[in-house]
């Protein structure tokens, strides 16, 4: 049986810099044997079922550079995942505003504990909390400007790629859960 899961492409078609079509993209994720292969937005979110069990991540990576010839970190959780972190935000009561609510994901389940270490910071105004998977980054004032967005993005370099609350909950909507 086939399982969904959703892959989240780090820094496409952010600027001028690795512009790729959605319907490329798509072509080439269904070149790899991927069905049900849909996509959100134009930055990279990929929602698809995969019929076995395979570095869905690498294997993505690689027909990029080949077909593409786009080079670009690819990050891949299970939809299911994404669904039961939507589900848990300890940050929603908190979070009025979807854009400046940020779901980082990371690529290697064992990075989860070089974020540990932030949890013991005051990141106020913005807030920030760990899940299993993911790490939840509120910031009212500015995601650009803010602090606890450059720590999580300097910690874990490009093992990492992060994405605002309405996508998170589109693609958890897109895959049927």
Do not use: H
Not at 152 to 163: F, H, I, S
């Amino acid at each position: 049986m086939a399982k969904t899961q959703i892959a989240l492409l780090r820094g496409i078609n952010v600027g001028k810099a690795k512009r790729i079509s959605m319907a490329e993209l798509r072509a080439a994720v269904e070149g790899l044997g991927y069905t049900e292969v849909r996509t959100l937005l134009n930055s990279g979110n990929i929602v698809f079922a995969s019929p076995r069990r395979d570095d869905a991540a690498a294997r993505i990576e690689e027909a990029m550079a080949e077909t593409l010839k786009v080079s670009a970190r690819v990050t891949v959780i299970s939809a299911e995942e994404l669904a039961a972190a939507v589900a848990v935000n300890p940050l929603g009561r908190l979070a009025d505003n979807p854009s400046r609510m940020l779901v980082a994901v990371w690529r290697e389940p064992s990075d989860r504990k070089r974020l540990v270490p932030l949890t013991k910071r005051d990141w106020r105004p913005d807030a920030f909390a760990l899940g299993t998977r993911v790490a939840y980054l509120w910031c009212p004032d500015s995601i650009l400007e803010s602090p606890l967005a450059d720590a999580v993005a300097g910690e874990l370099r490009d093992g990492v790629t992060m994405r605002n609350w309405a996508t998170m909950t589109k693609l958890v909507a897109l895959a049927g859960l």
